[in-house]
């Protein structure tokens, strides 16, 4: 058995045709329906920079405004928070995302919960996680990287009612939100860590699998229950002397074990990394709507 694997490159192309038709359509019958997104960005990691340079990009592709406010690493806490309560206070800007990691003097959790909840596209903010957490709760915004997860399992056709889904990883960014997701759907699910004992034997009893724990190659396919769904979401960089950076971009997933044992795998790159930014643009168009629901409401 070869896996299929899932195309997060295509769907992800998909859904931001959709999002630029439908913020063409809403302008038709409202001009000031004009989606807005404001990141925020202190330091200047090249990794945080990468990310958003991809995130302002994909963002004007589908003509969502998108604008960078960087700050110096040495910003306080406190200046910061002035800045956020600023930014949440323009109706112009209708959501806002908080480039990760902080600087280490500074509290990504004060950082992230000050985001108006409206505007918390990210997903990350105290009401959104907490609704996401609920049986039947109702955030206002579901994390990026989580959704992006089950869009792709639901863009392939995966049924995941009555399935046994097993999540490595308890990250709040990842880990933990996949894993309330997959409950919601109904799966049954077992989310394993570093302190995990017989790890394989959860594996061999998985319908699915999600990996978001950022170690290179580490599942094996002989891990696996052949015909497994297993979604990867581990972004490293390994030594590739062929390469011209000199290193590689692979999965938390051993692909070339795992592709002979799975029936539909998603690949990295081309999985959900595509799928992130697209469902931060899709959170942004929908917190755009969300708000001139409101201003209709209220008026």
């Not at 960005?41 to 589908?62: C, F, H, N």
């Not at 918390?120 to 049986?135: M, P, T």
């Not at 034997?201 to 290179?216: C, E, N, S, T, Y």
């Not at 062929?242 to 795998?265: M, P």
């Amino acid at each position: 058995m070869t896996a299929t694997k899932i195309d997060g490159a295509a769907i992800a192309k998909k859904i931001r045709e959709g999002l630029k038709a439908r913020i063409k359509q809403q302008q038709e019958t409202n001009p000031r329906f004009k989606p807005s997104l404001t990141i925020i960005q202190v330091g200047g990691r090249p990794d945080s920079s990468t990310y958003v340079r991809m995130k302002l990009k994909a963002a004007e592709e589908v003509n969502i405004i998108c604008t960078i406010v960087r700050y110096p690493e040495s910003i306080t806490e406190l200046e910061l928070l002035e800045q956020i309560t600023n930014i949440n206070n323009d109706p112009s800007i209708h959501g806002v995302l908080v480039q990760l990691p902080m600087p280490e003097h500074i509290s990504e959790h004060a950082i992230t919960s000050a985001v108006a909840d409206e505007k918390d596209v990210d997903g990350f903010g105290v009401a959104n996680i907490g609704e996401l957490a609920k049986r039947r709760g109702r955030p206002l915004f579901v994390p990026c990287t989580p959704k992006g997860v089950m869009a792709l399992l639901r863009e392939s056709g995966v049924e995941l009612s009555g399935k046994n889904a097993v999540v490595i990883g308890r990250s709040d960014t990842v880990g933990s939100p996949v894993s309330y997701l997959l409950r919601n759907a109904d799966a049954t699910v077992t989310v394993c860590h570093r302190k995990t004992e017989g790890l394989e034997d959860f594996l061999k009893r998985a319908d699915v699998v999600v990996v978001a724990i950022g170690r290179p190659n580490f599942v094996k396919g002989e891990w696996l229950k052949p015909g497994a769904v297993v979604i990867d979401v581990g972004t490293n960089y390994i030594p590739d002397e062929t390469k011209k950076s000199g290193h590689r971009l692979v999965g938390d997933v051993d692909f070339n074990s795992a592709v002979e044992v799975a029936s539909k795998i998603s690949p990295v790159p081309g999985g959900v990394g595509p799928m992130t930014v697209a469902m931060l643009l899709q959170n942004v168009v929908d917190a755009t709507t969300n708000y001139f629901e409101r201003e209709k409401a209220s008026g």
